[in-house]
């Protein structure tokens, strides 16, 4: 079956630093991929999406790249900011699929 | 737009006690997902409707969890008798056409 694999946290960074979060994942067909932020307190919601191979999804600095060749979607962004605190998860869909795949998700801290 | 909506925020009970956590979707999103998260077995979903018919309950532990939807703005997940192990914090979310989630801030039930 679908499914997804993320790297194992925590992570903690400096302020301004390069973030990388790993994410591969196993499809059957041609899935949408996305990443998902969870807040402490509050419920998953998205943070960007791609939905074909090659496709960027941007948002908040925040970027992951559909690699079909590889079956990666990696969260890149290129300074952090300690409000960037928070658990990240990466998720698939197939499309016209109700269910979503997520990954165990990814907790981040970043120091002042 | 309001967002999806759970009530009640927190929940504390008594083991034995029922317990219904109630949702209230995105309107105009056709399906709706309840899901579980703990720290020992990260984001699980219990079940989903589309279109008010529940389509897939395998998540969902035991008979003592039930969950209906009489209305497509209204779900409604009931614990009856609630355990400790039960203790959770419980998300509803709705889904976009194109495959995208919307989770409420869901609530946090601890059973005594």
């Known amino acids: 079956g679908d499914s997804v694999t993320q790297m194992e946290g925590p992570v903690t960074l400096s302020e301004e630093a390069f973030l990388t979060i790993n994410c591969t994942y196993t499809?059957?067909?041609?899935?949408?991929l996305f990443w998902y932020v969870q807040y402490p307190g509050e419920g998953l919601q998205l943070l960007l999406k791609?939905?074909?191979?090659?496709d960027k999804g941007s948002n908040k600095g925040f970027e992951a790249t559909y690699r079909k060749e590889t079956t990666s979607f990696h969260l890149e962004k290129g300074s952090v900011q300690v409000s960037d605190s928070a658990v990240y998860f990466c998720?698939?869909?197939?499309?016209?699929?109700?269910?979503?795949?997520f990954g165990a998700g990814t907790r981040l801290f970043v120091k002042a | 737009d309001a967002g999806v909506i759970q009530s009640p925020r927190h929940e504390v009970t008594e083991m034995g006690q029922e317990v219904t956590l109630r949702c209230k979707p995105i309107?105009?999103?056709?399906?709706l997902f309840w899901y579980r998260q703990t720290m020992m077995r990260g984001l699980e979903l219990l079940i989903y409707?589309?279109?008010?018919?529940?389509?897939?309950d395998s998540g969902m532990p035991e008979d003592r969890f039930s969950a209906k939807m009489p209305n497509a703005s209204f779900s409604t997940l009931k614990i009856q008798p609630s355990e400790p192990r039960d203790s959770a914090v419980y998300f509803c979310?709705?889904?976009?056409?194109?495959?995208?989630?919307?989770f409420g801030d869901g609530t946090r039930l601890s059973i005594l």
């Open positions: 409707f589309n279109n008010n018919v529940p389509i897939d």
């Open positions: 309107s105009g999103h056709n399906s």
């Open positions: 791609a939905t074909k191979a090659d």
């Open positions: 998720a698939l869909s197939e499309t016209g699929g109700f269910k979503t795949i």
């Open positions: 979310a709705s889904r976009t056409y194109e495959g995208v989630k919307h």
């Open positions: 499809a059957t067909g041609y899935p949408s």
